[in-house]
């Protein structure tokens, strides 16, 4: 696929992703199985591994101030109903400061019409001005 249909994906799963990083969302367990796949599983900036259960455990009760912050999105498409998102994001504190910078990638997997994300990681780098 090209064109007209990679622009309106990569709008779909770059809203879904934005979601993901909603407090209101990360609280939902609910949401978070809807955007999540069964199988999910992450390869978190820590390096440590975590799947569905650990996800839908922890990030509801995650606490913290601030928000998670993206841009540099991009799409890759390796099969069918396969889509590879790629971007950078960081933490925004509420005075306005970002740490955490980190470049990501989420695989999303197109089922009856939905997109669920199945892997995610996020690899540490050195900071970076988000757009």
């Given at each position: ?28 367990v609910r949401r978070l199985r809807e955007l999540l796949h069964p199988s999910f599983l992450e390869i978190g900036r ?47 504190s509420p005075s306005g400061v970002d740490s955490r910078h980190t470049m990501r990638s989420s695989t999303w997997i ?22």
């Open positions: 696929m090209s064109g007209r249909s990679d622009d309106a994906l990569l709008m779909i799963l770059t809203a879904l992703e934005r979601e993901l990083h909603e407090p209101a969302v990360r609280r939902d820590s390096g440590y591994r975590i799947d569905l259960d650990d996800v839908l455990r922890d990030l509801p009760t995650e606490g913290g101030n601030g928000s998670i912050v993206a841009d540099g999105f991009e799409l890759l498409q390796p099969a069918e109903g396969v889509a590879i998102l790629l971007y950078r994001s960081a933490h925004r197109g089922e009856h019409g939905e997109w669920r994300m199945v892997y995610h990681q996020g690899t540490p780098t050195e900071p970076f001005d988000i757009v």
